[in-house]
């Protein structure tokens, strides 16, 4: 899983600061290049503390092309291990989460192993005497991530032996989830332990740089936000109150084009960005007070308003995550080749907070991050009509052209000087080219 050098002269003319080659999406060398020297060198997300409560709780994901384990241990530590068991190969389970009761036990040979990944015990022992075989020697245990750390109870796990501290390399995208746990009155979040799978027909990259793309919601989706604010007038009409703040999730985007290019977008150290607030979220309505008075009686009037008041609606936690803190949302990106992609879809619970407030996240998560919610259908059909046409003959660059030369850099972080500037894809793609030459670490 090392780098390859070769990745320094393979992408050598592919990345201007204004437009990269067509090939950084569509070839099956380059993205290879991309899982040996970014996914499988940088820290990637694993899962939440809350997934694995008990002892032998696990949840599997991926780390680029590598089958992986999250697990509690028994001393309540977390253990991230390859899913695979050292005698003949097989993965040790192929469930999404579950239980392993006291030991994983391998369905081929009955090998088991602790959760830290040692042997425990394997059948007929005495057929190994006089051989090679050691139950210590690590190639007879199940091999562990290098590194494993985790940021107020977000979990991630990094292949490499050496790089930067997940907090020093999370930089500004701790924001994230600071802003998360903040908003709750115990300072923690719960997964909710099952989420929507989607599998994309399209680059990986071309997930992420949607997200903070401010110019296509109006465009993209602009048909589903005009039938909701159709129908949250006509509930106006004939009640005299304003619609439920679901609505607004899907209103939101008939906003006009230039209040979004009032925006402001960031780029962070590491490849990570993030995008300014756009949606109201603090009606008035009992429900919102009641919340609002947990927390002031949690962190008292001032602190409260600092944390409801935080500027955030998403940020992309470069190159694995996709997260919107004030709806408790988490997208998690696991590339499955040049034109195929897997996204998880989370959402998590204000620990502490009136159940209605969890059910406002539940509303988001079901009317524009699902897979049947005409949001993300919208989205998907582009990604899958980008990835086609990426793949024609019919040009060979990507443009990101808007606004470039424009922005402003400070102390490490660059900001936009308009909400619709392609600062976001060019930052990534800064990140992407550094970390292809071997950088990032």
């Known amino acids: 899983m090392d780098g390859n050098a070769s990745g320094k002269t393979l992408i050598e003319g592919l990345v201007d600061t204004d437009r990269v080659h067509k090939s950084c999406y569509t070839s099956e060398e380059i993205f290879q290049q991309e899982i040996d020297n970014i996914f499988y060198k940088s820290w990637i997300y694993a899962g939440h503390e809350s997934q694995i409560k008990n002892k032998g709780d696990f949840t599997t994901f991926q780390i680029g092309r590598q089958p992986m384990i999250l697990v509690r241990g028994?001393?309540?530590?977390?253990?991230?291990?390859?899913?695979?068991?050292?005698?003949?190969?097989?993965?040790?389970?192929?469930?999404?989460?579950?239980?392993?009761?006291?030991?994983?036990?391998?369905?081929?040979?009955?090998?088991?192993?602790?959760?830290?990944?040692?042997?425990?015990?394997?059948?007929?022992?005495?057929?190994?005497?006089?051989?090679?075989?050691?139950?210590?020697?690590?190639?007879?245990?199940?091999?562990?991530?290098?590194?494993?750390?985790?940021?107020?109870?977000?979990?991630?796990?990094?292949?490499?032996?050496?790089?930067?501290?997940?907090?020093?390399?999370?930089?500004?995208?701790?924001?994230?989830?600071?802003?998360?746990?903040?908003?709750?009155?115990?300072?923690?979040?719960?997964?909710?332990?099952?989420?929507?799978?989607?599998?994309?027909?399209?680059?990986?990259?071309?997930?992420?740089?949607?997200?903070?793309?401010?110019?296509?919601?109006?465009?993209?989706?602009?048909?589903?936000?005009?039938?909701?604010?159709?129908?949250?007038?006509?509930?106006?009409a004939e009640t005299g109150e304003d619609a439920p703040l679901h609505y607004h999730y899907l209103s939101a985007f008939t906003t006009p084009i230039y209040k979004w290019d009032g925006l402001e977008t960031a780029g962070h150290p590491f490849g990570h960005c993030m995008l300014q607030g756009y949606m109201g979220l603090r009606p008035t309505d009992p429900d919102t007070l009641e919340y609002e008075a947990l927390m002031e009686k949690a962190y008292g009037k001032e602190r409260t308003e600092e944390i409801l008041t935080t500027n955030i609606h998403h940020v992309l936690v470069y190159p694995c995550l996709s997260v919107q803190s004030p709806l408790q949302q988490l997208r998690a990106v696991r590339p499955l080749g040049p034109d195929k992609t897997l996204t998880e879809i989370w959402h998590f619970r204000l620990k502490g907070a009136p159940d209605p407030i969890y059910?406002?996240?539940?509303?988001?998560?079901?009317?524009?991050?699902?897979?049947?919610?005409?949001?993300?259908?919208?989205?998907?059909?582009?990604?899958?009509?980008?990835?086609?046409?990426?793949?024609?003959?019919?040009?060979?660059?990507?443009?990101?052209?808007?606004?470039?030369?424009?922005?402003?850099?400070?102390?490490?972080?660059?900001?936009?000087?308009?909400?619709?500037?392609?600062?976001?894809?060019?930052?990534?793609?800064?990140?992407?080219?550094?970390?292809?030459?071997?950088?990032?670490?």
């Not at 799978?197 to 048909?223: C, M, Y």
């Not at 308009?418 to 970390?435: C, I, K, Q, V």
């Open 74 to 236: 028994d001393d309540g530590a977390f253990h991230v291990l390859f899913n695979r068991c050292p005698h003949r190969g097989a993965m040790l389970t192929n469930w999404h989460m579950g239980n392993a009761g006291h030991h994983f036990i391998c369905s081929y040979h009955a090998w088991q192993f602790n959760f830290d990944g040692s042997v425990h015990a394997i059948p007929s022992p005495k057929g190994y005497d006089e051989t090679r075989f050691e139950k210590s020697d690590p190639e007879s245990c199940m091999k562990a991530a290098p590194r494993v750390a985790s940021y107020r109870g977000f979990v991630f796990a990094s292949l490499a032996e050496d790089g930067p501290d997940l907090e020093t390399w999370l930089s500004g995208a701790k924001a994230s989830f600071d802003d998360m746990c903040d908003r709750s009155p115990e300072g923690e979040v719960e997964v909710v332990r099952t989420c929507f799978r989607v599998v994309q027909k399209s680059n990986w990259k071309i997930f992420l740089e949607n997200q903070l793309d401010a110019l296509h919601p109006s465009i993209t989706h602009g048909a589903a936000g005009k039938a909701a604010a159709d129908v949250e007038e006509e509930i106006k």
């Open 359 to 441: 059910e406002r996240s539940l509303q988001y998560y079901n009317l524009v991050n699902s897979p049947s919610t005409m949001i993300n259908a919208d989205d998907l059909y582009n990604f899958w009509r980008c990835q086609q046409g990426l793949e024609s003959e019919g040009g060979d660059w990507v443009s990101f052209h808007r606004n470039e030369g424009q922005d402003h850099h400070d102390d490490g972080v660059t900001t936009s000087v308009t909400g619709l500037s392609e600062l976001p894809m060019r930052h990534m793609f800064t990140a992407w080219a550094d970390y292809m030459k071997g950088g990032q670490s």
